[in-house]
């Protein structure tokens, strides 16, 4: 278990941090695509990095790429939440340089842009985050000539900054509750836990949950996928539960793993608990045995009434 948490936090930043390529289409004839659409850095204080984003006009119609930076944050229902820079503690929107922020694109034409991340030399350290956003200017045509939607594709950036001793950065999660119904009558099943970032870098968390049934026994499991958790946030992290038991409690362990400050895997579990009452089969069978019995009183009924109708003659 320890070693699939560990290759799945690293499969998925992995993953993230290649070649990761976003598009967006849009109507008369425009579409782009960013690539990379996240970067993931350690730098000190007063260090300079230069980061290469490339944008690609995959239409048919040329378009004007604006380019500005805000501050993000991600909510528990991992709905990406944009603002003004600054508006975030942890920004760091105002630490990017654009060598251009305005430019044209020709169909098929592919523009490589150079940001320079200039970090100050007073930071507190930790996560910082931005999004650099490429939107589509929509371009004037004559009357009757339909317009491109304007639409916008962020690159984001998680910028983590050391301090002078270990103890300035620190990461850690925890799961505060179990995403569990009181009862249902059998698959499938949503499970899930909240998970908070109570540390100040970010987190690239796996989850998998693993169920029992009334005896004890191994009833499954499944996988809750990884997700990215900033500081100070919480995120749900949901799975289905196809094949239940068919009766009787159950009880679900989820899992946690991510990797500290020391890049050592750390786990959280938590374990709750709720019943699987097939409510519809209980109510068929109670509905074919009352049928049954008025079927045999119905029988007997009409044994007795011979019977006595016999005697009378």
């Given at each position: 278990?320890?070693?699939?948490l560990?290759?799945?936090?690293?499969?998925?930043?992995?993953?993230?941090l290649?070649?990761?390529?976003?598009?967006?289409?849009?109507?008369?004839?425009?579409?782009?695509?960013v690539?990379?659409t996240?970067?993931?850095?350690?730098?000190?204080t007063?260090?300079?990095?230069?980061?290469?984003?490339?944008?690609?006009?995959?239409?048919?119609?040329?378009?004007?790429?604006?380019?500005?930076?805000?501050?993000?944050s991600?909510?528990?229902e991992?709905?990406?939440?944009?603002?003004?820079?600054?508006?975030q503690s942890?920004?760091?929107?105002?630490?990017?340089?654009?060598?251009?922020?305005?430019?044209?694109?020709?169909p098929a034409?592919?523009?490589?842009?150079?940001v320079?991340i200039?970090?100050?030399?007073?930071?507190?350290?930790?996560?910082?985050?931005?999004?650099?956003?490429?939107?589509?200017?929509?371009?004037?045509?004559?009357?009757?000539?339909?317009?491109?939607i304007?639409?916008?594709?962020?690159?984001?950036?998680?910028?983590t900054?050391?301090?002078?001793?270990?103890?300035?950065i620190?990461?850690?999660?925890e799961i505060?509750?179990?995403?569990?119904?009181?009862?249902?009558?059998?698959?499938?099943?949503?499970?899930?836990?909240?998970?908070?970032?109570t540390?100040?870098?970010?987190?690239?968390?796996?989850?998998?949950?693993y169920?029992?049934?009334?005896?004890?026994?191994?009833?499954?499991?499944?996988?809750?996928?990884q997700?990215i958790?900033?500081?100070?946030?919480?995120?749900?992290?949901?799975?289905?539960w196809?094949?239940?038991?068919?009766?009787?409690?159950?009880?679900?362990?989820?899992?946690?793993?991510?990797?500290?400050?020391?890049?050592q895997?750390?786990?959280?579990?938590?374990t709750?608990?709720?019943?699987?009452i097939p409510?519809?089969?209980?109510?068929?069978?109670?509905?074919?045995?009352?049928?049954?019995?008025?079927?045999?009183?119905?029988?007997?009924?009409?044994?007795?009434?011979?019977?006595?109708?016999?005697d009378?003659?």
């Open positions: 278990m320890l070693r699939y560990a290759n799945a936090a690293a499969i998925f930043l992995a993953l993230l290649c070649l990761h390529i976003f598009s967006l289409p849009s109507s008369a004839g425009v579409s782009i695509m690539s990379p996240m970067i993931d850095l350690t730098l000190n007063e260090d300079t990095s230069t980061q290469e984003i490339s944008i690609r006009n995959t239409g048919d119609e040329p378009t004007r790429i604006r380019v500005y930076a805000m501050d993000f991600i909510d528990r991992n709905n990406y939440i944009f603002s003004d820079p600054g508006h942890y920004s760091c929107a105002s630490w990017l340089g654009i060598e251009e922020s305005d430019f044209g694109l020709g034409e592919t523009k490589h842009v150079e320079t200039s970090v100050p030399q007073e930071v507190e350290p930790g996560g910082h985050y931005a999004a650099l956003f490429f939107e589509t200017i929509p371009i004037e045509t004559q009357p009757g000539v339909s317009v491109a304007a639409g916008r594709i962020p690159s984001l950036f998680y910028l900054i050391p301090g002078v001793t270990d103890g300035d620190f990461a850690n999660a505060t509750s179990l995403m569990l119904p009181r009862w249902v009558d059998g698959g499938p099943v949503e499970i899930g836990a909240v998970v908070r970032n540390g100040n870098v970010h987190l690239t968390i796996a989850a998998k949950a169920f029992t049934d009334f005896r004890g026994r191994q009833a499954g499991e499944i996988d809750l996928g997700t958790v900033l500081p100070g946030t919480e995120r749900a992290i949901t799975g289905t196809l094949k239940t038991p068919f009766i009787g409690p159950a009880q679900a362990t989820v899992v946690i793993g991510y990797f500290d400050q020391h890049n895997l750390v786990n959280r579990s938590m709750g608990s709720f019943q699987i409510w519809k089969v209980i109510i068929a069978v109670f509905a074919s045995l009352a049928l049954i019995v008025f079927g045999i009183w119905a029988l007997r009924r009409k044994f007795r009434f011979r019977l006595e109708r016999k009378s003659e």
